[in-house]
């Protein structure tokens, strides 16, 4: 079994917040990243995929396509954007680094040939980054 990643980056802005706390009780929960007018992060994704050696091609997956795939269905979508407001995938989820990389998970997995999602690494900073390996009752690794 061969791990392969491709690593990309995009700037965006959120706020997090919940609709359904207090004004309260969202300072208290989100901190700074509760600022009205949002805040921004120079985010970089980690995107692993697993699979055997195909012989004839030497790779589990062409990395020119899963830069293609990821920068169609992740990057030019979130890129430069608001993320609570402007990507219609991202509607209605708090737009912590914990939900980013669930959803964005949903969106690559099902249109990924070649290999399988293995991981999506997300940070949000240099210190801080998430890690996701899809719904862990459905896998065995």
């Not at 208290?28 to 055997?52: A, I």
């Not at 690559?108 to 890690?131: A, C, D, M, Q």
Request: proline share 4%; glycine share 6%.
């Amino acid at each position: 079994m061969i791990f392969i990643t491709r690593r990309l980056e995009f700037c965006a802005s959120h706020r997090l917040y919940n609709p359904e706390f207090s004004d309260q009780k969202n300072e208290e929960t989100f901190g700074l990243c509760n600022n009205p007018n949002g805040h921004g992060h120079n985010y970089v994704m980690e995107v692993t995929v697993k699979g055997d050696v195909h012989p004839e091609t030497g790779m589990v997956l062409d990395l020119k396509a899963l830069k293609k795939l990821v920068n169609e269905e992740i990057i030019l979508k979130v890129d430069h954007k608001n993320l609570n407001v402007d990507v219609p995938f991202l509607k209605e989820i708090i737009p912590t680094a914990e939900n980013l990389a669930i959803q964005f998970w949903n969106v690559l997995e099902p249109k990924l040939t070649g290999g399988e999602l293995y991981e999506i690494k997300l940070y949000e900073s240099e210190r801080n980054f998430v890690i996701y390996r899809g719904n862990s009752r459905e896998r065995v690794d």
